[in-house]
């Protein structure tokens, strides 16, 4: 179940998934040196006009595309921060696929495939969970963040 997932945080706390009971969550996989890293600013505009009617945004970086987010915690909190102005919350650096994928992606892949299967293609896919923990939606990467605004607000 959703609501029994954990995650740890860039700055190494517990992520509790059992928090985001009555919450729409957007887990997304990122990377700092990728052509979609420019989403980072589309998901900031969604967190600042969502957070506060039920919104939470995960991003969890990820290394498993090109080589690019090769950089430690430091480096990547840096990067969204200065970069973006990101203040969503950020998990520790994951595997998306394979045998060392986090159990939040094993989980968010087995609800809702992508176009060529279950496993991630690249950076900035995006899921989409409702208020009841079910998996609504999978985005590809191409998908800007604001183009899922309607969705989110309709779940809000």
């Known amino acids: 179940m959703f609501y029994d ?3 740890t945080s860039l700055q190494g706390k517990p992520i509790n998934f059992s928090d985001f009971k009555d919450k729409v969550v957007l887990i997304v996989n990122t990377a700092s040196e990728c052509g979609f890293t420019y989403q980072y600013e589309g998901l900031q505009k ?3 006009e969502y957070a506060n009617k039920g919104l939470v945004i ?3 970086p990820c290394n498993q595309f090109g080589n690019q987010e090769p950089g430690d915690a430091g480096t990547i ?3 969204c921060l200065i970069n973006y102005g990101v203040d969503f919350l950020i998990s520790e650096k994951v595997d998306v696929n394979g045998e060392n994928a ?3 992606f094993q989980y968010l892949k087995s ?4 176009f060529f299967g279950k496993n991630i293609k690249w950076n900035f896919t995006k899921f989409l969970i409702n208020r009841h ?3 609504e939606s999978r985005f590809a990467p191409v998908t800007k963040p604001q183009a899922i ?3 989110i607000e309709k779940l809000l």
């Open 77 to 79: 909190q840096q990067g």
């Open 58 to 60: 995960i991003g969890f």
């Open 149 to 151: 605004a309607n969705k």
């Open 133 to 135: 923990g079910e998996v």
């Open 102 to 104: 986090h159990p939040v």
């Open 5 to 7: 997932l954990k995650a």
């Open 46 to 48: 969604l967190h600042e």
């Open 111 to 114: 609800k809702k495939t992508g």
